[in-house]
């Protein structure tokens, strides 16, 4: 699916791409080609002057590498706010709740908005849900996401690709359209 018609009426919506994902404490992830795919949509809306919303996880949770005060509250390397781009902080898994993001969409006539980012199952899905539920176009971009290992409570693991494709099969099913970074960026194939 082609997001590239109208990228004024388009948000991106980069979630949660912070340095503390990669604290140890956190399980492996998948997705090598994550950040480049991610500063591939950054660099399309860019060139475009397209609307770009930044959304920060700022963990109330004692100990987190995602709290304020932790080096990992920090956006990973090319994927800092530029001038003009706002940075919406949330402290739970949506970027919808407690926080401004539907009010700024609505004052930016925003029709769809496209969301990458960390991690898909948890705070990217949850957007997704929520901005669906609200009456938002939601475009997720798959290869631009990332997930981590998650046990499977009978002692086991369960893989963060598998998480991650269950993941997109139920948002595409009933939440959003999925595409991949070339479609979102005009770079696939004709």
């Known amino acids: 699916m082609s997001v590239t018609t109208d990228l004024s009426r388009t948000v991106l919506l980069p979630i949660d791409v912070q340095q503390g994902f990669d604290d140890p404490s956190w399980p ?24 770009i919303i930044h959304v920060r996880h700022d963990s109330v949770q004692p100990g987190s590498s995602l709290a304020a005060d932790h080096w990992g509250n920090a956006f990973r390397s090319g994927f800092e706010p530029q001038d003009g781009e706002p940075v919406v902080a949330k402290s739970v898994n949506s970027a919808f709740i407690g926080t ?3 009010l700024r969409l609505r004052r930016l006539g925003a029709e769809t908005v496209v ?3 960390i991690s898909t199952d948890m705070c990217v899905s949850t957007t997704i849900r929520t901005g669906a539920n609200m009456g938002w176009r939601m475009v997720l971009v798959a290869d631009a996401c990332d997930c ?3 046990p499977d409570g009978r002692g086991g693991t369960i893989s ?26 005009g770079r696939a194939a004709a």
Do not use: K, Q, Y
């Not at 994550?34 to 397209?50: I, T």
């Open 148 to 150: 981590f290992d998650l």
């Open 28 to 51: 492996p992830r998948w997705n090598d080609e994550m950040e480049a795919n991610g500063r591939a949509l950054l660099a399309r809306w860019r060139a475009a002057g397209a609307p």
């Open 100 to 102: 401004d993001l539907d």
């Open 115 to 117: 969301a990458f980012g």
């Open 160 to 185: 963060a690709r598998a998480i991650h494709d269950a993941h997109v099969a139920t948002l595409a099913m009933e939440f959003c359209a999925v595409t991949s970074t070339a479609e979102a960026t």
